[in-house]
């Protein structure tokens, strides 16, 4: 949820957008639509972090080890010494329809699924959204391009369906998410992460002066590539 701090602070640059140039502040403000953005990037990796830890709790035989299952969440979200190679295996250095290609392939080498999920969501967003433009001095959201945002969106509606469908040669799921638990309830967390994901690449796309992109989930069958 965005908070009142953050709501005074993209009023205050929207009024200051309005008064000249750049504010006239010499260049040190940033307009309110990277800002909006770059709070959405964040949230994003918070929200798919927490995604592949409830994974976790849910098939511990792709990682038994809790501690290990948190040592590979945290290198690949957060350690900046480990980006270029977070998993030590080949996939590493695969774009991010390609990982993501992977996770669901029934002939993938690395056998931690979710820990391949997890890199393929991350370089997703990184790529989407084009995250070395973020991390430097971004002017405008027209920078993020908008064909980017709808295959991201279609890439991550994607993975959100194969998770409830996509099985082995025995027939079994590849990942348990919303069964029943023994008490008949269902565990939605996964609906709801996923869902707050797309619904801000959704604002995006829109903001971007896109339409929504469900027609374009609707028509593939496959992951996009994110590089234009």
């Not at 798919?48 to 792709?62: G, T, V």
């Not at 190679?85 to 774009?95: E, G, H, I, R």
């Not at 920078?143 to 969106?153: C, F, N, S, T, W």
């Not at 959704?202 to 028509?219: C, K, L, Q, S, V």
Request: aromatic share 8%; proline share 4%; net charge positive.
């Amino acid at each position: 949820m965005v908070t009142n701090k953050f709501i005074i602070i993209l009023i205050a640059l929207i009024t200051l957008a309005g008064c000249g140039e750049r504010g006239g502040m010499g260049g040190l403000l940033t307009p309110a639509d990277v800002l909006i953005i770059k709070h959405h990037v964040r949230q994003h990796y918070i929200c798919l972090e927490e995604f592949c830890r409830r994974l976790y709790l849910k098939n511990p035989k792709y990682e038994p080890n809790r501690v290990k299952q948190a040592e590979k969440l945290k290198t690949i979200f957060h350690d900046q010494n480990n980006l270029g190679s977070p998993l030590n295996s080949p996939y590493d250095k695969l774009a991010s329809h390609e990982i993501l290609a992977a996770v669901f392939a029934k002939d993938t080498l690395n056998k931690d699924r979710i820990a391949l999920l997890a890199l393929g969501l991350k370089k997703s967003i990184g790529e989407g959204y084009r995250q070395d433009v973020l991390d430097n001095t971004m002017v405008t959201s027209l920078q993020v391009p908008l064909e980017r945002l709808k295959k991201l969106y279609s890439n991550l509606s994607q993975v959100n369906w194969r998770l409830k469908i996509y099985h082995d040669q025995q027939e079994k799921l590849y990942f348990l998410t919303n069964e029943k638990s023994p008490e008949g309830h269902l565990n939605m967390g996964y609906e709801v992460l996923m869902t707050k994901v797309l619904t801000r690449i959704e604002d995006d796309i829109y903001m971007r002066g896109g339409n929504p992109p469900h027609e374009i989930f609707r028509m593939s069958t496959m992951f996009f590539s994110l590089f234009l």
